[in-house]
């Protein structure tokens, strides 16, 4: 098994948080249907439970298996996927994942081929940015590791001094509930609407 994404893999399957890098920020991960190892995300980065955390996916049809995407969400995730943006939509009722909430889930497909494959192979991957909650995101694995000293897996990806994905809702109506890498001019351009 010297393959590193099957390793990679395998950590996630024993139910433990890793970090992985992605297209935005480092991320601290578990497979998004594994509720103990999402739990776990939680304890590890101090966050309240009530602040959801996201599913990254594969593609869009990965995101359809999940969440109901309306034309307004298909387009968004066609003019922005793979990237930084985090659509909330209405959970399927199929959907068993242990993030979003009852109603809804937020899934975003990275721009980062590593993240894919893995949810390709895995599942949708819970994702959060690897920092303690409140703190600012480390740049670098080395910085991480400071943070997250005991995690037994930290990928290293390199310096990423990129922004949180930009979060919108499209549960009822097009809502930004968080300004990111795409602003919401962007959004509004790929709607066609003016703000």
């Known amino acids: 098994m010297?393959?590193?994404?099957?390793?990679?893999?395998?950590?996630l399957r024993e139910g433990e948080p890793i970090v992985l890098?992605?297209?935005?920020?480092?991320?601290?991960?578990?497979?998004?249907?594994?509720?103990?190892?999402?739990?776990?995300?939680?304890a590890v980065k101090k966050r309240p439970v009530d602040t959801r955390i996201a599913a990254l996916v594969t593609d869009l049809a990965q995101a359809e298996e999940l969440v109901e995407l309306s034309p307004t969400a298909r387009r968004l995730a066609e003019s922005f996927w793979p990237g930084a943006l985090t659509i909330v939509a209405r959970r399927r009722a199929d959907c068993d994942l242990a993030?979003?909430?009852?109603?809804?889930?937020?899934?975003?497909?990275?721009?980062h081929p590593l993240?894919?494959?893995?949810?390709?192979?895995?599942?949708?991957?819970?994702?959060?940015?690897?920092?303690?909650?409140g703190q600012p995101t480390p740049t670098t694995a080395a910085d991480v590791a400071v943070v997250f000293p005991k995690l037994r897996m930290i990928i290293d990806g390199g310096r990423i001094d990129g922004t949180a994905s930009t979060v919108v809702s499209v549960?009822?109506?097009?809502?930004?509930?968080?300004?990111?890498?795409?602003?919401a001019a962007d959004i509004d351009a790929a709607l066609g609407t003016n703000s």
């Not at 890098?21 to 939680?42: C, H, N, Q, S």
């Not at 894919?116 to 599942?123: P, S």
């Open 2 to 11: 010297s393959d590193p994404i099957s390793l990679i893999a395998a950590a």
């Open 21 to 42: 890098p992605t297209d935005t920020v480092y991320g601290l991960a578990a497979l998004a249907a594994d509720a103990g190892a999402v739990e776990k995300i939680f």
């Open 99 to 111: 993030v979003g909430d009852e109603l809804s889930v937020g899934v975003r497909c990275p721009d």
């Open 115 to 133: 993240v894919r494959e893995l949810a390709r192979r895995e599942g949708p991957i819970a994702a959060t940015s690897a920092n303690r909650h």
């Open 171 to 183: 549960v009822h109506g097009v809502e930004v509930l968080r300004v990111g890498a795409i602003t």
